[in-house]
C-alpha cells in the first residue's frame, strides 16, 4: 500500500467552493481501479489549506490508473480552479514498528 499525500492551497475564500467540489469528485477519484481510500482533511491553524490522503495499491496504480486517465481531467477540472498553486504530492510507505 502506498499514501499519496497532497499538499493544497486554495484560494482565500475559495474553501466552502473546493469543499464542495471535492465532494463532487470524490466519486470519480474514489472509484479508480486501485484506490483504497480517500480523506481530505482541512487546517485549522490554515484554513485555505488543505490535505488530500489517498491509500494507493501502489504508485504506478496512483499514475497510470489514475493519473493518466481522463478520470484525472474531470478531477482536475472540478477542484483545479480554487487552487491558490500547484498542489505538493508525495508518496509514502508505512514504516515498521
Do not use: N
Request: hydrophobic share 45%; net charge negative.
Amino acid at each position: 500500500m502506498v499514501l499519496e499525500v497532497a499538499l493544497i492551497d486554495v484560494l482565500p475564500g475559495h474553501e466552502e467552493a473546493f469543499a464542495a467540489a471535492y465532494a463532487q469528485g470524490h466519486p470519480i477519484l474514489a472509484g479508480t481501479p486501485g484506490c483504497r481510500s480517500v480523506r481530505m482533511t482541512r487546517g485549522i491553524e490554515s484554513p485555505s489549506r488543505f490535505v488530500l490522503l489517498v491509500e494507493w495499491d501502489s504508485v504506478e496504480a496512483h499514475e497510470l490508473q489514475f493519473r493518466a486517465t481522463e478520470r484525472f481531467e474531470q478531477w482536475r477540472a472540478l477542484i483545479g480552479p480554487h487552487f491558490a498553486g500547484p498542489p505538493r504530492v508525495e508518496h509514502f510507505v508505512d514504516v515498521p514498528a
